[in-house]
């Protein structure tokens, strides 16, 4: 039939081949929905960077709650911008008695507040696409550049929070081993014991810190103080025999037990944060708030002269870099409106341990005004050498020239560190109660932002955060806010990589 083929016979078909095209939405398309959808990965490994370099990130919590950081986060605000935290003090009036009447003889309640103020702080690290091509590390530094700013963010973050403890310490809380009344009254015998834990505690519990729920998610709370130190200053405890008597009696038995796998565990109401301080390798402060410490810059010789004493563990370190910010009497900036000089008329002093060289071991002392630590050298008003001669003198302080243990004479890479006026090193120990610490975060808690300039040759990374740290005071009732929420404990240290005494 016509236009009928048998099923045998095949139309002429020019068959083709079939291309299938796939629909890729772009990266473009998936930023315009949220701009958060791309480099999600990379932004949490920043986060996770900042994080890890501050210790207090993991005791943050909601205001009132049993942790001893407390975070407010108001996103509108912004840098020089103020958070307020409220207080109200507790009633003190004599109430009525019997049929006395208590209408209009009501106590009126005492509202005080302070404020924490936050600023913007950025940070950066650039190189060039010749960097990364010609240096042979030059990926790897790539790789390596935005993790390191995210990290001195933590290492900052964390910083100024024990700057923040420091600076605030008043009588109300600030307590010395011994009741010693100031810093210049501590011996080396002085040191971190039990006994000072245990007054801490009671301390705290006079002043209204209320204990911190040390135990996990999950588990039943247990209420206790966390007291924080430092591992050169934890040391004395380990030859304290009311403490190895508690570990031996009181302890796990067998290989958990401290004595045998290190470290510490609690004590009359407190537990031991154990803070490992790490002298990174950094052109920067090395060491923590809580010990104070620089490696020595140029190197000292001899002399009668009013030196400035220069940092960084190399000559010629450079003018800016704040190493010894750390260190009483140097204008350490929280916010951009903080200044930038010392005022500070008071005499400190410190000791530079000799590590190497012919004089190992020996070590020199030094004073200076607060006002000559401009946190990046101090210019020392006296020293202490052989025999008297312009700014060299026999005996400074509570310490005189022993040629057995003094030296004037330093390299480059030498120990410096705070000390008082009998030559004793000094450090800190926080025992901390709820809301101890207060951290307001802005409208940026930390961002990481790439910059590029001269057709992409040159490449930045960089951070900005919005945040403010403060302490937990009172309503002010007294006539200021006085912090409450802590003890300071100021006390004689030696440190493992300069045992002086």
């Not at 330093?410 to 709820?434: D, E, F, R, W």
């Amino acid at each position: 039939m016509p236009g009928i083929r048998p099923v045998n016979e095949q139309p002429n078909i020019q068959y083709m081949p079939t291309r299938n095209h796939i629909t890729a939405t772009g990266l473009e398309t998936y930023r315009a929905v949220a701009a958060s959808n791309v480099g999600q990965l990379f932004s949490r490994f920043i986060d996770l960077a900042v994080e890890e370099e501050d210790l207090f990130s993991l005791l943050e919590g909601d205001e009132n709650s049993d942790r001893p950081v407390w975070i407010k986060t108001d996103l509108s605000k912004g840098g020089g911008d103020k958070v307020f935290f409220n207080t109200i003090a507790s009633l003190g009036g004599d109430g009525v008695h019997g049929d006395e009447v208590l209408e209009g003889n009501e106590e009126a309640l005492t509202i005080g507040s302070y404020s924490c103020q936050v600023d913007f702080i950025r940070h950066a690290v650039g190189l060039t696409k010749k960097d990364i091509e010609f240096l042979a590390a030059g990926r790897s530094i790539e790789a390596a550049a935005a993790p390191l700013v995210a990290k001195w963010l933590g290492r900052k973050r964390q910083r100024d929070l024990l700057m923040k403890f420091i600076t605030s310490g008043v009588g109300l809380n600030t307590i010395r081993p011994n009741n010693k009344a100031t810093r210049d009254d501590l011996s080396a015998d002085d040191a971190l014991s039990t006994g000072i834990i245990a007054q801490s505690n009671a301390i705290a519990t006079s002043i209204g810190a209320r204990p911190v729920n040390i135990m996990a998610t999950g588990y039943s709370k247990v209420f206790e103080y966390l007291f924080l130190a430092t591992e050169d200053s934890l040391a004395p405890l380990a030859n304290s025999s009311s403490w190895l008597q508690a570990q031996q009696s009181a302890g796990l038995r067998g290989d958990e037990n401290v004595l045998f796998r290190g470290g510490y565990t609690r004590w009359n109401g407190s537990t031991i944060l154990h803070h490992k301080v790490v002298d990174a390798d950094t052109p920067g402060p090395i060491g923590s708030p809580l010990l104070p410490k620089a490696l020595l810059g140029d190197a000292i010789a001899a002399g009668t002269t009013a030196i400035a004493v220069t940092g960084g563990g190399r000559a010629a370190s450079g003018a800016a870099n704040k190493y010894f910010e750390c260190f009483s009497g140097a204008p350490y900036r929280y916010l951009e409106t903080d200044s930038a000089t010392s005022t500070d008329a008071n005499t400190y002093y410190f000791v530079v341990v000799n590590v190497s060289g012919a004089d190992k071991g020996k070590w020199g002392f030094y004073s200076y005004t607060g006002s000559a630590n401009d946190g990046n050298k101090i210019t020392v008003t006296e020293r202490l050498g052989a025999a008297a001669s312009g700014a060299r003198v026999t005996t400074l302080g509570g310490v005189t020239w022993n040629a057995a243990k003094n030296t004037d004479v330093h390299p480059t890479g030498s120990v410096v560190l705070q000390a008082n006026k009998n030559g004793v090193p000094i450090g800190y120990s926080v025992c901390m109660g709820a809301g101890a610490g207060l951290r307001a975060y802005g409208s940026l808690r930390h961002e990481l932002v790439q910059n590029t300039s001269d057709y992409g040759h040159r490449m930045g990374w960089a951070y900005q955060s919005i945040y403010g740290q403060q302490v937990r005071r009172d309503s002010g009732i007294t006539g200021s806010n006085q912090p409450r929420g802590y003890v300071l404990v100021e006390h004689a240290v030696s440190v493992a990589n300069a045992p002086m005494l």
